[in-house]
């Protein structure tokens, strides 16, 4: 359901694509995608996980078989605080990369709308 750069299919990461996208930042190149790159893919899957954990620690945390237990109101909190640091690392990054770019990443997560490819170099990925 969605666009297509919002389908799990268009930008799920592998480790091969990964590994190809870390090579070629390693080699000084940048490559551009209309969707996510696969570094950000794995943040995305990242972020979903810790939604998810807090939402169940949250759940257990207000059953009757976890009331009050301290060692997971402990997990819960340290889920949510990691949680915060990757979503600051996550804007942080699509500022970078809007820097990298020359283009208005936080609008296009926003609107859904990114300007394509208009000088295509070899290295440039179109998703």
């Known amino acids: ?6 389908r799990f299919s268009s930008w799920f990461p592998t480790p091969t694509t990964l590994k190809s996208y ?14 996510h790159n ?7 899957l990242f972020l979903l996980l810790m939604v998810l954990s807090l939402g169940a620690t949250g759940y257990m945390m207000g059953s009757d078989a976890f009331f009050g237990e301290e060692w997971l109101e402990t997990l819960h909190e340290t889920l949510a605080y990691t949680l915060l640091t990757g979503v600051g690392l996550h804007v942080a990054a699509a500022i970078f990369e809007s820097w990298r770019h020359r283009e208005n ?23």
């Open 105 to 127: 990443l936080p609008a296009a997560m926003l609107h859904g709308y990114k300007r394509a490819n208009t000088s295509p170099k070899p290295h440039d990925i179109r998703h």
């Open 1 to 6: 359901m969605g666009s297509e750069h919002a």
């Open 38 to 44: 696969p570094a950000g893919a794995v943040m995305m």
């Open 22 to 35: 870390l090579a070629a930042q390693l080699r000084g190149e940048h490559p551009r995608f209309l969707g």
